[in-house]
């Protein structure tokens, strides 16, 4: 009996650390919140709300599949091919998006543009002209947005939560695969949530009012290389 409770924190504490490795390392899991919170000034509170969602989204997936292959005894090799397939699909979500983001990001940044203009006294005078419509617009897709984020928050796969965690915990008992399943997503989500915070108080620290024009580009930019890093590199 012993022992058994010594093997179930041990793939406790294993599930806490490979889900804190995975998100940290897997720039995905954040810099898109982070960009599109800055670019769209959204409050804290609701960039929280939004990454809490996807999280919630995207950890189900794979674990709905996993407990799914668990109870039809299916082959580890054949979810791994599955999550394999779902975390391309995701990647080339998350890169349309960013393209789709940047275009956008840019025809604001044009339309924005800082102009000058000469007075009645012969003064200089430079402004950027401010586009109420383009505002409210803002406003209005942040549905958008938030679907779009969802949609490749559910399709990305956590790749190591089936074939490190629950089948090892499966051969165990129930009990130990449902704690490491909660364990790994609770840290999963909760770290993904401190980096998003983080990120966004970096950037407050840092007070560049010269770019907020490019904000929507950047964002874009960021969002696109974290969809060509999910596809290109093993993260």
């Known amino acids: ?62 674990v709905l599949l996993g407990f799914a292959g668990v109870g039809l005894f299916t082959a580890v090799d054949y979810l791994v091919n599955i999550e394999e397939i779902r975390g391309t699909v995701a990647a080339y979500t998350l890169i349309a998006f960013g393209i789709i983001y940047t275009v956008y990001g840019v025809r604001c940044a044009v339309k924005n543009k800082t102009h000058t203009h000469t007075g009645i006294n012969g003064e200089t ?62 840290v999963t989500i909760s770290v993904m949530v401190l980096m998003t915070i983080l990120g966004i108080k970096g950037i407050e620290l840092l007070k560049i009012k010269k770019i907020e024009r490019y904000a929507h580009a950047l964002a874009g930019c960021a969002i696109l290389v974290c969809g060509l890093s999910v596809l290109l590199l093993p993260i």
């Open 125 to 186: 005078i430079v402004h950027a002209h401010s586009h109420n419509d383009e505002g409210h617009a803002h406003a209005k897709n942040t549905g958008n947005i938030f679907w779009g984020l969802f949609i490749f928050f559910v399709l990305g796969p956590c790749e190591p939560l089936i074939p490190f965690i629950m089948y090892p915990a499966a051969t165990m008992n129930i009990f130990t695969l449902v704690l490491v399943t909660v364990s790994f997503s609770i």
């Open 1 to 62: 009996m012993e022992e058994l409770y010594i093997a179930n924190y041990g793939i406790v504490f294993g599930s806490i650390v490979i889900a804190l490795i995975h998100t940290l390392i897997g720039v995905d899991h954040y810099v898109p919140f982070i960009a599109l919170s800055k670019s769209n000034n959204w409050s804290m509170r609701k960039s929280i709300f939004i990454v809490v969602v996807c999280g919630i989204g995207h950890v189900m997936g794979s």
